[in-house]
Each structure stands twice: as structure tokens, then as C-alpha cells.
């Protein structure tokens, strides 16, 4: 076999996800461990999305509706936006690498910050593109750099707003103020997987952006069902844009994007409000309770507007990491992301905040941190 891949394909890094449960439980031998690693919904899915999936099953043998009709006016419902403005996406991961198809040729550039969501790079290396990346300053994304980097090549800018892994907010004002600088030809996308954490008076108002933005930029907000929503395994996103956008992105997608049970799942999921309500405010609470914990072992917590959070943990990471995946804990070691003392926890269940509370404190006296 003589392969002759792409060069810019040879070269890029597989996406490293989290580790999955059953993985280390296979690898070190143990059982009942827990993951806070990937910002799922530890609550798991709506009862009224596994219902209506249940409900689906015997329609299989049959294509998905390519235009994913029901799902798209829930979403509309939901949203505010009308059926135009909105593309559904396998994941909102998909909706991402639409915008990279449609708008960025061998050569163009795309701006994104680091850390941030990895994702956004690699679509642009597949592409063949040219990554422009601006470090973030004091844990937020450097609009003025941002600004500043842009150059005739660029073409689309992505912020994740919240930012992973930090979990800081571009407030309001100074979003107006940077967009208004943005030459209207490159497209802002603010990724806002992790809007529904954050308190309603601090979100963005995406779409008075979309809709009267005559000579701004032009604006897509991205979200997703795999947060609050508590289908990260069912793969549902989707883009909120002006309708021209999204009259390009549906020339590049697939027909049948999102399949009859995504479809079906999320569509339920947005009448299940009580579920969202009950998954924002058990965030919310978690996070405040586990910064207070983790803080009190001589740690550092960092505020946060998401289900996430970063812990200064004063020593080696990865180390932590590990000693906390003997003890049956997956976290994120934050060293490859530039943070060599830092992990980055989910907020989980009552009891697997408990749990990696005591697993933490252990971990900490067996290194000596502190
Ligand atoms: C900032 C950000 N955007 C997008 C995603 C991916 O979302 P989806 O599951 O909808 O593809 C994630 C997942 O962790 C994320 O952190």
C-alpha cells in the first residue's frame, strides 16, 4: 500500500476527548468511577427526550426528514429566531466546520484565541486554511488583538463565549464595541455552547445582531444540546445567522445531517423546561459549593459563568490527574492547554462532588501540594 495523503492533513493532531468511563475502569481495574471531564449533564437526558426516542425506534428503517422541519421550529420557538436563521447541525461541532467549508479556501485565514475550543483549528487545518491564534489575556479573549490581527485573508473569526476551558464572559459592551470595529466581509461566530449557564442580564442579544446588523459584521451564534440540554451521545447543535448564511451552509451540508432520533430527542427536549431549570440551578449551586470546598484545601477556584470550572491546584497537574484516576475520578489536566498546575473539573451530582472532593483532598496530602 503507497498512501499519498494531504501534507496539512498528515500534520494535524487527533482532537484528544476526554476518557471515557469504561476505559479507565478496563485500564486500572476498578468500578464505580465518575467522569467530570467533558461539561455533560450529570442529571442525564429529559425523561420527555427518552421517551420520544423510545418512541421513534420503530421508524428506522426510514430516512431522516432532510430538512429537519419539527425540530428546526422547536428550536425557533425556543430561540426567537424563525426556521430560516436557523441550521441544525450534528453536534454544534458540525455547524463549525459548515462555516469553515463555505467560507475558507486554501490560504484564508481564521482567527481564533488560545485556550479555547480546539475544534475550530482543526476544521481550518482540514481546509488547508491558515490559523491566526491570539493568546488570551488575563483568561479572557484579547479583542484588541483580535482586532488587530485581521488582515485582506481573513474570513472568520471564532470566540467561544463562554470560553472553554476558562469559563469567562465578553461582556455586552465591549461585544458591541469590538463588533462595530470587525470589517463587515469577515464573519464573528460566537460559540455559546454554554449559554444557558449564564445569568440571562449578561448574554449577548445575538439576534438583534443577526437581524439589524446592516453594516456590522456579520454574527452567528452557535449552540448545542450536549450541555444543558443532556444529549452530548445523541450529536444535536445548531447555528443561529442571518438567513444568507444559512442559505450557504445548507449547500454544504449533508441532506440527511441530523438523524430521526437526534431530531425527535432534542425537539422534546426543548418542552422539558422544568428539566433545563432544574440542571441550570443544580449547576449553579455545585459550582458554588465546590469552589468553597476546593478553596478550603488551599487551592484556587476560578469564577466561572458555565458548568465548568479551573482549580489552581499549586503543583504539577498532571500528576493530580493520574492520582485522581487511581481513585476512580477523570478530570482534565490543563498543562497541554499552557496551565501546567491547573485541572479543570465539571460540575457534577451532589454525590460526585462529594466524591471528588474527598478523592481531591487525598490526592493533594499524597503529593504534597499545597
Ligand atoms: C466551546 C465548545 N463548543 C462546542 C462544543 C461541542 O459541542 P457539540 O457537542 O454540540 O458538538 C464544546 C464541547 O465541549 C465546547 O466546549
Redesign the pocket.
Known amino acids: 500500500m503507497k498512501l499519498r495523503p494531504a501534507p496539512h492533513i498528515s500534520e494535524i493532531t487527533p482532537y484528544p476527548p476526554g476518557k471515557p468511563l469504561e476505559e479507565l475502569e478496563r485500564e486500572y481495574g476498578i468500578t464505580g468511577s465518575i467522569k467530570l471531564a467533558?461539561?455533560e449533564n450529570p442529571w442525564g437526558p429529559s425523561p420527555r427526550a427518552v421517551e420520544a426516542i423510545a418512541g421513534a425506534l420503530s421508524s428506522l428503517h426510514r430516512y431522516p426528514d432532510g430538512s429537519s422541519y419539527y425540530l428546526t421550529e422547536a428550536v425557533a420557538a425556543w430561540s426567537g429566531a424563525s426556521p430560516e436563521e436557523i441550521v441544525p447541525?450534528?453536534?454544534?461541532?458540525?455547524v463549525?466546520e459548515f462555516l469553515v467549508k463555505a467560507f475558507v479556501r486554501e490560504g484564508d485565514g481564521v482567527i481564533t484565541s488560545h485556550p479555547?475550543?480546539l475544534?475550530y483549528q482543526k476544521f481550518v487545518q482540514v481546509r488547508g486554511g491558515t490559523n491566526i491564534v491570539v493568546p488570551l489575556a488575563d483568561m479572557h479573549h484579547d479583542l484588541e488583538r483580535i482586532l488587530a490581527m485581521i488582515d485582506g485573508r481573513t474570513r472568520l473569526i471564532f470566540m467561544?463565549n463562554?470560553?472553554?476551558p476558562c469559563g469567562t464572559l465578553i461582556s455586552r459592551e465591549r461585544f458591541a464595541t469590538f463588533l462595530r470595529r470587525v470589517p463587515e466581509e469577515v464573519v464573528v461566530v460566537l460559540?455559546e455552547?454554554?449559554v444557558d449557564f449564564v445569568s440571562p442580564e449578561l448574554r449577548i442579544d445575538v439576534l438583534s445582531y443577526i437581524r439589524n446588523g446592516e453594516d456590522l459584521a456579520p454574527l452567528v451564534s452557535?449552540?448545542?444540546?450536549?450541555?444543558a440540554f443532556g444529549l452530548?451521545g445523541l450529536?444535536?447543535?445548531y447555528g443561529l445567522m442571518h438567513r444568507d448564511i444559512a442559505a450557504l451552509l445548507h449547500r454544504v451540508r449533508q441532506p440527511f445531517n441530523i438523524n430521526l432520533l437526534a431530531q425527535v430527542g432534542a425537539a422534546a427536549a426543548l418542552g422539558d423546561k422544568e428539566h433545563y431549570a432544574m440542571t441550570v440551578a443544580e449547576t449553579a449551586r455545585g459550582r458554588a459549593w465546590l469552589s468553597g470546598e476546593v478553596e478550603q484545601l488551599g487551592c484556587r477556584a476560578y469564577p466561572s459563568h458555565t458548568n465548568f470550572f479551573l482549580i489552581d491546584v499549586r503543583g504539577d497537574a498532571t500528576r493530580l490527574y493520574e492520582a485522581l484516576l487511581h481513585r476512580g475520578v477523570i478530570v482534565r489536566s490543563m498543562k497541554a492547554y499552557g496551565y501546567p498546575d491547573f485541572i479543570r473539573i465539571t460540575v457534577g451530582t451532589e454525590a460526585e462532588n462529594r466524591r471528588f472532593v474527598t478523592a481531591l483532598r487525598e490526592c493533594l496530602r499524597e503529593l504534597g501540594y499545597g
Open positions: 467533558s461539561n447541525g450534528n453536534g454544534s461541532n458540525e463549525i479555547s475550543f475544534m467561544d463562554p470560553n472553554n460559540d455552547a454554554y452557535l449552540r448545542t444540546f450536549s450541555k452530548a450529536r444535536v447543535g
